[in-house]
């Protein structure tokens, strides 16, 4: 199952299962990570759980959309997380091809509403 999380959600609470879990950034598969950080905190245990980010991200999708894997997170438990987000400026995602990215970059960008899926 995946979860959809605007990064604007901080705190949304999601329920995990125990496994790795990739996170994904919808909307394309050209995106800048910047200094964007993830992580989830057990409702039970005050446990914080950091994400491990991928440099070399795959393409994906994920119902219909593109999708760009940009790390994955390791949960031990089965129970309840909270969802917090660091530096979401930092991220973005680019609408063009590559070469339309370099060449238009500053009209490509999108960093407002992006929508995280974890699963």
Do not use: C
């Amino acid at each position: 199952m995946s979860y959809f999380i605007n990064i604007k959600e901080e705190g949304k609470i999601i329920e995990l299962q125990p496994g790795i879990y990739k996170v994904k950034l919808i909307g394309s598969w050209f995106v800048d990570v910047g200094n964007f950080s993830l992580s989830i905190q057990d409702i039970d245990t005050n446990n914080i759980i950091k994400w491990r980010r991928s440099e070399l991200g795959a393409f994906s999708k994920v119902k219909g959309m593109d999708a760009k894997i940009i790390g994955t997170i390791d949960i031990p438990s089965w129970t309840n997380y909270s969802v917090h987000f660091e530096n979401t400026q930092d991220l973005a995602i680019y609408r063009m091809g590559i070469f339309g990215r370099f060449l238009f970059k500053r009209f490509a960008k999108r960093t407002s509403n992006l929508i995280i899926a974890v699963g």
